[in-house]
């Protein structure tokens, strides 16, 4: 069984930082693309960045120059760093990662059970 754990979300200040982390763990055979995504209350599930397992990176518009999202193959954990936060960052933070197993070898996205990220004065 495969899991993804995401940590780190919270109340933060306008201007202030957070720094999100996704653990993947369980029957792993070998991980491809990851990413995060956010989903604010009233809308969609949108794509915030993802990154390769060579790390190649791709960010939304909205995040560039203030997001960093990056990975630890070894550790299986993704991380976001989040600078620079706009209240319109608020919103349920979720990691995404595009797996197979061990077994029955099948190849599938997996998502993160969400943390959520408040950005408020």
């Known amino acids: 069984q495969v899991q993804l754990v995401e940590s780190g979300g919270g109340l933060v200040q306008p201007g202030g930082s957070l720094r999100l982390s996704c653990v993947a763990s369980?029957?792993?055979?070998?991980?491809?693309?990851m990413g995060w995504y956010r989903q604010a209350p009233g809308k969609q599930r949108e794509l915030v960045a993802t990154?390769?397992?060579?790390?190649?990176?791709n960010y939304d518009n909205s995040v560039k120059g203030r997001f960093t999202i990056s990975r630890d193959n070894e550790k299986n954990t993704m991380y976001l760093q989040m600078n620079s936060l706009k209240p319109e960052d608020t919103a349920v933070y979720y990691c995404?990662?595009?797996?197979?197993?061990?077994?029955?070898?099948?190849?599938?996205?997996?998502w993160g059970q969400g943390t959520q990220v408040t950005v408020s004065s």
């Open positions: 995404n990662a595009d797996l197979v197993d061990l077994r029955p070898r099948i190849r599938r996205g997996y």
């Open positions: 369980g029957n792993i055979f070998v991980i491809y693309d």
């Open positions: 990154i390769t397992s060579s790390g190649s990176t």
